[in-house]
């Protein structure tokens, strides 16, 4: 049984006629004879009852129709279903984010890919770099964004697309004292405390990579494994922080925080990325979010 009988048959019983189905399909009438004679050898039943030139279903033959022009009806819709997937007008998007990419790097594109694309449904997962990393391998999304983490080795299994670089700053709350001058001296960090990141945050290795090579000590810690926290406890005084420039930009710019020079950090910054399975690839959708990621990372990591 293959889909060319079925729709010989189903012509066959819209047409009432094994000769006007001929016809419809442009085929010979022995040819329409033949493959219905093939289905009901191949299933061992009778499809017509046949009365003079006149042909009426069997029980058999009303079951098989319902369920062949139910089935062809679907095979029909399979090219439209591809070229509107490829247009885009329908289809779906399953994406993890850190929490600092949801905050920061996602939205923008997003909301320019919803724009160009209101009938793509789309899910955002957000999750620490272990659990986003897991819902990628296991296929529970096609793409993932976070900052590199710089503890943990690449899986060949995947592929890095690198969205931009962004900047690691020293911020503290405008009272305090290295706030007023706009720098710090090594020799000074031994009596402030420093908002480290710690857990499954990125950016934690990679400080205190920064901070042991120029033999940076700080006289205390307050750990947290998010970027946003870190933010607001130093907003409130509770330190200072080496962090993603991005993710205080508006706090710098209103004057909330200020940014304080300390010898080393110049050239300082971390990969933001967007990751997907080497072996799946990207949907059509997939592939236009990754276009808006990349364009509006180059007007945010500026």
């Excluded at 009778?46 to 369920?67: A, D, H, M, N, Q």
């Excluded at 750990?223 to 991005?246: C, N, P, R, W, Y």
């Amino acid at each position: 049984m293959n889909l060319h009988q079925l729709r010989v048959f189903c012509s066959v019983v819209e047409e009432r006629s094994f000769r006007h189905a001929a016809e419809k399909l442009f085929l010979s009438q022995p040819s329409v004879s033949q493959h219905i004679a093939s289905l009901e050898k191949s299933n061992n039943i009778r499809l017509f009852e046949r009365k003079g030139r006149s042909i009426s279903l069997t029980p058999e033959g009303r079951t098989l129709y319902v369920l062949a022009s139910d089935l062809l009806r679907q095979a029909d819709e399979i090219p439209v279903r591809f070229r509107e997937m490829q247009s885009l007008q329908s289809g779906k998007l399953e994406a993890g984010v850190s929490p600092f990419a949801g905050y920061y790097v996602l939205p923008p594109a997003l909301s320019a890919f919803r724009s160009d694309f209101p009938s793509i449904s789309v899910s955002i997962k957000s999750g620490n770099t272990t659990e986003i990393l897991s819902d990628l391998r296991n296929g529970d999304v096609e793409l993932i964004v976070l900052g590199r983490n710089f503890s943990s080795l690449r899986d060949p299994a995947l592929t890095y697309r690198t969205l931009g670089e962004d900047s690691l700053v020293l911020v503290a709350p405008p009272s305090h004292k290295w706030a007023q001058r706009g720098e710090a001296s090594t020799r000074e960090t031994e009596e402030q405390t420093l908002i480290r990141f710690a857990g499954d945050c990125p950016l934690g290795t990679y400080v205190d990579e920064f901070l042991l090579r120029n033999r940076i000590r700080f006289g205390g810690f307050l750990e947290t494994d998010e970027i946003e926290m870190a933010k607001h406890f130093v907003l409130q005084g509770t330190g200072v922080a080496v962090t993603s420039a991005l993710s205080v930009r508006r706090e710098i710019a209103s004057g909330e925080l200020v940014p304080v020079l300390l010898e080393g950090m110049e050239q300082l910054s971390w990969e933001i990325q967007c990751v997907y399975s080497s072996a799946r690839g990207l949907s059509y959708p997939g592939w236009e979010m990754v276009k808006r990621l990349e364009e509006n990372a180059r007007k945010l990591l500026k």
